[in-house]
T-cell receptor
Framework: NAGVTQTPKFRVLKTGQSMTLLCAQD?????MYWYRQDPGMGLRLIHY???????AKGEVPDGYNVSRLKKQNFLLGLESAAPSQTSVYFC????????????FGPGTRLTVL | EDQVTQSPEALRLQEGESSSLNCSYT??????LFWYRQDPGKGPEFLFT???AGEEKEKERLKATLTKKESFLHITAPKPEDSATYLC????????????FGTGTRLTVIP
């Protein structure tokens, strides 16, 4: 099992450009999450999904969109990147609400110039 | 407002020198408290989940405990490979499966 994988690992964007981060999990988990991690801020939830076809806003959703067309994939989109979105992005998944141990991917380091 | 505070921010230990990391929390209805380990440049790795005050869990040199206001991660006779950042997170009441993370304790174990 690969667990949770993320692509790409690194990316540099210019302000105003768009991109999509891809997360895939092979554990048949229902729930998937996108976090960002900034120095001194801890992990903050951007969006999450409780099942295929569902999405919901987390703590810091502005400037991001997500889609969950297939159970195993969760996409995070930046339509018009801003320097404030420079961060490390982590995807995670969990089996259910009652078993909420979240398993994380290796992260994507994004720099917006 | 829900809060998770971890202390100390950084801790340096000699190999074999036992110590504890603290996670204090204020949350409206604790569903679970989670401990993770994060190595530089990697994603967090799940360690433990604690659900009720008095609960304890162990894994190798690590033991996590939970009270109504805080959790401790005890490290017994640490080795250099235990060096990492340890993150604490809380899950709020049932139906809200999101985790709220603290900022972590960066542990360095010196040979």
């Amino acid at each position: 099992n690969a667990g949770v994988t993320q692509t790409p690992k690194f990316r540099v964007l210019k302000t105003g450009q768009s991109m999509t981060l891809l997360c895939a999990q092979d554990m048949n988990h229902e729930y998937m999450y996108w976090y960002r991690q900034d120095p001194g801020m801890g992990l903050r939830l951007i969006h999450y999904s409780v099942g295929e076809g569902t999405t919901a806003k987390g703590e810091v959703p502005d400037g991001y969109n997500v889609s969950r067309l297939k159970k195993q994939n969760f996409l995070l989109g930046l339509e018009s990147a801003a320097p404030s979105q420079t961060s490390v992005y982590f995807c995670a998944s969990s089996y259910s609400d009652s078993r909420n141990e979240q398993f994380f991917g290796p992260g994507t380091r994004l720099t917006v110039l | 407002e829900d809060q998770v505070t971890q202390s100390p921010e950084a801790l340096r230990l000699q190999e074999g020198e036992s110590s504890s990391l603290n996670c204090s929390y204020t949350v409206s209805g604790l569903r679970g408290l989670f401990w993770y380990r994060q190595d530089p440049g990697k994603g967090p790795e799940f360690l433990f989940t604690l659900y009720s005050a008095g609960e304890e869990k162990e894994k190798e040199r690590l033991k996590a405990t939970l009270t109504k206001k805080e959790s401790f991660l005890h490290i017994t006779a640490p080795k250099p490979e235990d060096s990492a950042t340890y993150l604490c997170a809380v899950q709020r009441v049932a139906g809200a499966n999101n985790l709220f993370f603290g900022t972590g304790t960066r542990l360095t174990v010196i040979p």
